[in-house]
């Protein structure tokens, strides 16, 4: 799976929106971006994946760069609720056997200022 | 549907001792794993099932034992316990489509003395 970089920390005003970036220089065209996020002690929860194109759903929309070495995660209208450990992973979804698991990095703390 | 469910929540062991975590997840999903997640650190993988009866290592096996007899169970066992797996225990599910996310559990935080 592809190495990925985020920055250690952001904050962000309540009701703004959240912008987190995520470089995966290294990514093949076969790898898929991923983002997870932790609120404190809970177990990660899924948010939201692309390939290529720009996708958006209930929680968040993701974008990714055209030569997709990079990607931004937009959190529209954050709450309070939205302070989390934010990962963005990139991988292979492997459905046939083989090798499964996430590999996580240390991720993106958000804080969401009152 | 109850999704991922743990057991126990938390747990003290001395050194030495053996116990299994449990892990059961009740929507069908034929791939499990276990993780590990230290103060401030990431999640590590652990062991990880792409089926009843198939299991594999990740990155961090050593001292830990897996199984699988069924699709809705996937117990981590601890042979012998050590300090250093003091940890948060953190198992994940999703079904075989490839590009599905994955259910996590809410942990089981282990505390070895």
């Known amino acids: 799976d592809a190495k990925t970089t985020q920055p250690t920390s952001m904050d962000c005003a309540e009701g703004r929106a959240a912008n987190l970036p995520c470089n995966h220089s290294?990514?093949?065209?076969?790898?898929?971006v991923y983002w997870y996020r932790q609120i404190h002690s809970q177990g990660p929860q899924y948010i939201i994946h692309?390939?290529?194109n720009n996708e958006t759903n209930e929680m968040a929309s993701l974008i990714i760069t055209e030569d997709r070495k990079s990607s931004t995660l937009i959190l529209p209208h954050a709450t309070l609720r939205d302070t989390a450990v934010y990962y963005c992973i990139v991988r292979i979804p492997y459905s046939g056997g083989g090798a499964d698991g996430l590999t996580f990095g240390k991720g993106t703390h958000l804080i969401i200022q009152p | 549907n109850a999704g991922v469910t743990q057991t126990p929540k938390f747990q003290v062991l001395k050194t030495g001792q053996s116990m299994t975590l449990q892990c059961a997840q009740d929507m069908n999903h034929e791939y499990m794993s276990w993780y590990r997640q230290d103060p401030g650190m990431g999640l590590r993988l652990i062991h990880y099932s792409v089926g009843a009866g198939i299991t594999d290592q990740g990155e961090v096996p050593n001292g830990y034992n897996v199984s699988r007899s069924t699709t809705e169970d996937f117990p981590l066992r601890l042979l012998s316990a050590a300090p250093s797996q003091t940890s948060v225990y953190f198992c994940?599910?999703?079904?075989?489509?490839?590009?599905?996310?994955?259910?996590f559990g809410s942990g089981t935080r282990l505390t070895v003395v």
């Open positions: 994940a599910s999703r079904p075989r489509g490839g590009l599905s996310g994955y259910t």
């Open positions: 692309g390939l290529k």
């Open positions: 290294t990514i093949s065209g076969n790898e898929y």
